[in-house]
């Protein structure tokens, strides 16, 4: 019965509202030198419907903030709400081979797991959200 309430519930609200789960600061994993960047994801400026994120900050390994070229580049664009944790149908570009890829993503907590794939072929992050 408290799972029928639930999804009832999730049913009513606002895709928007269940949107903000993913919304937020999220620092990716670090590269082989130890470096991150950190993604801002919100509503996307053209429909708020869908999730965009863009690369708001570059840190070192040493956890200094650094000049990087991709600064305020979109790198998750158009993620469709499929429920309260689960985003689909929307692009990740990687910064590693300037490529885009399909893509997913899953909110578990303060984890956001971040897929691209080509055709079976998917690789992913485990995000970490900044508080």
Partial sequence: MKKLTLAALI???????IAEAAHGMWASERNEEGNWIE???????????????????????????????????MIIEDMEVLDATRYA?????????????KSNMQV???TLTVKGCVLFICRGQDWTRVN
């Fill in 11 to 17: 049913a009513l609200m606002p895709a928007s509202a």
């Fill in 39 to 73: 993604v801002n994801i919100q509503p996307c400026a053209g429909d708020a419907a869908l999730t965009c994120g863009t690369i708001a900050r570059a840190m070192s390994a040493t956890g200094e903030n650094t000049e990087y070229e991709h600064t305020g580049r």
């Fill in 89 to 101: 149908n929307g692009t990740i570009w990687a910064p590693d081979d300037d490529k885009t890829y």
């Fill in 108 to 110: 578990n907590g303060d």
